[in-house]
């Protein structure tokens, strides 16, 4: 009879490990899941800005960063312009975790060029450019989501035309804290 007893309670512990194990596996993200979430927010935001279509985003970001993304393609549709970007370089330097967020942090060189709608001509100078970036992520609902992206430092901007024509602050915001409520740092 002992022997049954811990049996069935051997077999409960495991169930129940296993279940807490498989609820820990859905509501956190590894650092590489993260990693990828961030790289396939930014493929989309590629993807939105060359076809004019903010509709692009909508699987990978939260309600707030979708708005945003609307706004700026919109803007920049609303010129006859479409973004031509190309992500050089994006590597993770830090992510941070509390338990409704996870913070990814990144250094990015990006390449841009302003396309005419229509027959795809480049206007005004290309742009080459490096970004210190702090990606906000959330899992809102089933998936996980970018719920907003922020400057951790000012940008560096290859073409000083696209600064006085859109402040750094207005496309990814300034000012951010990290995950922690501490403020930003800047290198």
């Not at 007893?5 to 169930?15: E, F, N």
């Not at 927010?41 to 309600?63: F, M, Q, W």
């Not at 409704?100 to 027959?119: K, L, M, N, P, S």
Request: glycine content about 10%; hydrophobic content about 40%.
């Amino acid at each position: 009879m002992k022997k049954n007893t811990l049996g069935l309670a051997a077999a409960t512990l495991a169930v129940g490990l296993v279940g807490v194990w498989l609820w820990q596996a859905s509501s956190t993200l590894s650092d590489q899941r993260a990693e990828d979430l961030v790289r396939e927010y930014n493929r989309c935001v590629i993807e939105a800005y060359r076809l004019s279509d903010p509709t692009k985003v909508d699987a990978v970001t939260g309600t707030a960063e979708g708005k945003k993304i609307v706004g700026l393609v919109g803007a920049k549709s609303d010129m006859g312009l479409t973004l031509d970007a190309k992500l050089l370089e994006l590597k993770v330097v830090r992510v941070e975790r509390n338990p409704d967020a996870i913070q990814v942090d990144t250094v990015e060189r990006w390449h841009y060029a302003d396309r005419r709608i229509g027959d795809g001509t480049v206007q005004g100078a290309p742009s080459d450019d490096s970004y210190t970036m702090r990606y906000f992520l959330t899992k809102p609902g089933e998936h996980w989501l970018v719920d907003h992206v922020a400057f951790a430092a000012d940008p560096v901007v290859g073409r000083a035309a696209a600064l006085a024509l859109q402040p750094a602050g207005i496309s990814h915001g300034k000012g951010a804290t990290t995950l922690s409520g501490q403020a930003e740092t800047k290198p």
